[in-house]
């Protein structure tokens, strides 16, 4: 996982630019502050240690001494990319992935992103003798990654915004985009955009990479947590990984008279797994800020749904995990939302390409800088690639359909759960995450539902409404509760964030497709 800065150019203190940002996003990691600093560069990171531990220090470097890697995430095929590069001639000294980023660049340049197989990655690699600069980010976004140019075309990297907005040459503030790496001062898009043709996928084929994706997130000796809802996403990730790792706990969040609580705790008796339980006991109001801070967006979805991922991920810190399991993806790649039920079938796919390439800037956000709080790695199986593949161009016959006399969403995904799961975890209908927790967080913020809404009506007068609706008109807030939380979000400096203003495509929107 980790979180990373780099700074680029002829910057003046860099030493103490790149430890202020660093230092805004020590949680993201247990070891705090590994950098190096050269004459036109400055690379560092608090790493959170998963693969080799006492040999995983960043940044990492060849032999020579002149290229260097910095890297949030994780690569899931490392093993056997140093195996290839060790034939050919390439010695490396660690067990460790982002060392194999070094040799990667040194032997394929910018087609090493092209080698990887993982779905959360955001890496820096500079060469020292050429003052090259080689960035990447993942082909959907799951690992966050930002970037700013000062007045002085100095480049400024980080994992979160937080980093960035702390030093005062910074103005502006990009997200560095999804599917790119950035080379030779340009950015180019080395994934394109996902499709949205229909095909038909045999039912066997897409089970098999749905397994083989929950493989290559359990390889490691540490213990493992589920995010376990009772729905039939994070269900079908628990039964799997109960088979594939002899070290697994749902953690369930959920008032004891919550739908989650009640399916998912009956699925752990039933199934004998280990489960602990979490209720959502917070003050919404006394909490507000810091969510907004850690999240970085005032968009009402994400923050109302980031509560009930903040307890749940505290949670897991507390009990000493360190990777954790969703089933985030599903709902995105197979048409899992009920809106889906209600829009044209011709149009499904095109919703689901819609929801997808929104999510880096939304709940995907959201899942990671909620996790990273506490310093837990969240890792999505329903993100592998070889799924988003095969997943998103499927005909949305498979998708949106009738099982026994009723319609389904995500239906195939149903189909193939029912070979695991009871009934009644297979069919469920769908439950937002805290909704589904008994959290009172609303439906439809525009309805002015739910606690932050009723919080806003208190905090925001008709006058500052007006008035912050007028001075940032550009954002197009419509509520007092987005005003709200937007006041918060100005008030960390994220406002510097210029895709920010730019509104997040979400569910709702599958209304106006």
């Known amino acids: 996982m980790c979180g990373i800065a780099a700074i680029f150019g002829e910057v003046n203190n860099k030493e103490e630019k790149l430890k202020a940002s660093l230092s805004k996003i020590t949680h993201r990691g247990e070891y705090s502050f590994e950098y190096k600093v050269f004459d036109h560069a400055a690379l560092g990171a608090n790493r959170l240690a998963i693969v080799?531990?006492?040999?995983?220090?960043?940044p990492q470097q060849d032999k020579n001494g002149d290229i260097f890697a910095i890297q949030s995430g994780e690569i899931f095929n490392f093993v056997n990319l140093a195996?290839?590069?060790?034939?050919?001639?390439?010695?490396?000294?660690?067990?460790?992935?982002?060392?194999?980023?070094?040799?990667?660049?040194?032997?394929?340049?910018?087609?090493?992103?092209?080698?990887?197989?993982?779905?959360?990655?955001?890496?820096?690699i500079y060469d020292k003798k050429s003052n090259e600069i080689f960035v990447a980010r993942d082909r959907i976004g799951v690992k966050p990654l930002y970037y700013a140019f000062d007045e002085h075309k100095n480049f400024y990297l980080?994992?979160?915004m937080k980093a960035l907005v702390c030093l005062e040459d910074v103005k502006k503030i990009h997200e560095f985009p999804p599917g790119h790496y950035f080379y030779k001062n340009k950015f180019v898009r080395y994934f394109g955009s996902t499709t949205i043709d229909n095909k038909n996928a045999e039912e066997k084929t897409v089970q098999k990479i749905i397994e083989e994706s929950v493989a290559k997130r359990v390889q490691t000796d540490l213990p493992i947590a589920v995010f376990l809802s009772g729905g039939v996403d994070s269900s079908l990730i628990m039964e799997l990984a109960t088979r594939l790792?002899?070290?697994v706990t749902a953690l369930i969040l959920g008032k004891t008279d919550s739908p989650d609580y009640i399916s998912a705790v009956r699925l752990c008796k039933e199934k004998q797994w280990k489960y602990?339980?979490?209720?959502?006991?917070?003050?919404?109001?006394?909490?507000?800020?810091?969510?907004?801070?850690?999240?970085?967006?005032?968009?009402?979805?994400?923050?109302?749904h980031s509560f009930a991922n903040d307890i749940i991920s505290k949670f897991a810190h507390r009990l000493g995990f360190k990777?954790?399991?969703?089933?985030?993806?599903?709902?995105?790649?197979?048409?899992?939302?009920?809106?889906?039920?209600?829009?044209?079938?011709?149009?499904?796919?095109?919703?689901?390409?819609?929801?997808?390439?929104?999510?880096?800037r939304g709940n995907l956000m959201r899942i990671d800088k909620m996790a990273m709080r506490y310093t837990v790695e969240t890792r999505c199986p329903f993100f592998d690639q070889k799924l988003v593949d095969i997943a998103m161009p499927l005909d949305s016959s498979q998708k949106v359909?009738?099982?026994?006399?009723?319609?389904?969403?995500?239906?195939?995904?149903?189909?193939i759960a029912l070979k695991y799961l009871p009934e009644y975890i297979a069919l469920r209908d769908k439950f937002a995450f805290a909704n589904g927790a008994g959290m009172n967080i609303g439906m439809n913020y525009k309805r002015g539902d739910g606690v932050l809404s009723e919080i806003a009506a208190r905090k925001i007068s008709d006058s500052t409404f007006v008035e912050i609706q007028r001075d940032y008109s550009e954002y197009k807030l419509e509520t007092k509760e987005e005003v709200m939380l937007f006041?918060?979000?100005?008030?960390?400096?994220?406002?510097?964030?210029?895709?920010?203003?730019?509104?997040l495509i979400v569910k709702d929107t599958l209304y106006t497709i």
């Open 52 to 58: 080799d531990e006492k040999l995983g220090m960043q």
């Open 83 to 124: 195996q290839k590069l060790q034939s050919l001639g390439h010695t490396l000294r660690t067990h460790n992935d982002t060392e194999v980023l070094v040799h990667l660049w040194k032997e394929y340049k910018e087609k090493t992103v092209l080698k990887l197989d993982s779905e959360m990655f955001a890496f820096v």
């Open 158 to 160: 980080a994992s979160e």
């Open 245 to 247: 790792h002899r070290n």
């Open 276 to 304: 602990r339980v979490i209720e959502p006991k917070i003050n919404y109001e006394h909490e507000l800020a810091n969510i907004v801070y850690f999240v970085e967006t005032y968009d009402p979805n994400i923050v109302r």
């Open 323 to 360: 990777i954790v399991l969703t089933g985030e993806g599903a709902d995105e790649i197979f048409a899992g939302y009920n809106e889906f039920l209600d829009i044209n079938k011709s149009k499904i796919n095109l919703g689901c390409k819609m929801l997808l390439e929104s999510m880096s």
């Open 401 to 415: 359909g009738e099982y026994n006399g009723k319609q389904y969403t995500k239906l195939i995904l149903r189909k």
């Open 487 to 503: 006041d918060y979000y100005r008030s960390f400096g994220y406002d510097k964030f210029i895709e920010g203003k730019e509104r």
